[in-house]
Nanobody, 131 residues
Framework: QVRLTESGGGSVQAGGSLRLSCDAS??????????WGWIRQGAGKGREGVAA???????TITESVKGRFTISRDNLKNTLWLQMNSLKPEDTGMYFC???????????????????????RGQGTQVIVSS
């Protein structure tokens, strides 16, 4: 069973950067059998898929953050990151790390599953971007 712990959230001004981390408590060998990603939920807003890495290693980023956010992972460290640059007030929300699997899927498929509510997620980390 996978357990996820997010960190790295905080308050920044528009244009600033944050790096979110997600530590996965699972057997190291099993991380490659999961798709990994980030979803977010702003106040009064629904769940939104932000970025994902499929089991084939492909990544996908939602259009609203493309060019500003980067997702990466280290299977040896069981860690997933989300580098967020040029933050905007509309990026404000609770960010959750999500793991879907065991499965075989691309990043696009993974992001769709996560946005639909599939997978295991952590407790979340709050991101606040002020204008």
């Amino acid at each position: 069973q996978v357990r996820l712990t997010e960190s790295g959230g905080g308050s920044v001004q528009a244009g600033g950067s944050l790096r979110l981390s997600c530590d996965a408590s699972t057997e190291m060998w099993s991380m490659s059998r999961y798709s990994w990603g980030w979803i977010r939920q702003g106040a009064g807003k629904g769940r939104e898929g932000v970025a994902a890495i499929g089991t084939d290693g492909s990544t996908t980023i939602t259009e609203s953050v493309k060019g500003r956010f980067t997702i990466s992972r280290d299977n040896l460290k069981n860690t997933l990151w989300l580098q967020m640059n040029s933050l905007k007030p509309e990026d404000t929300g609770m960010y959750f790390c999500v793991a879907v699997g065991p499965t075989r899927q691309t990043g696009i498929q993974a992001l769709a599953d996560m946005a639909a509510g599939s997978g295991v997620r952590g407790q979340g980390t709050q991101v606040i971007v002020s204008s």
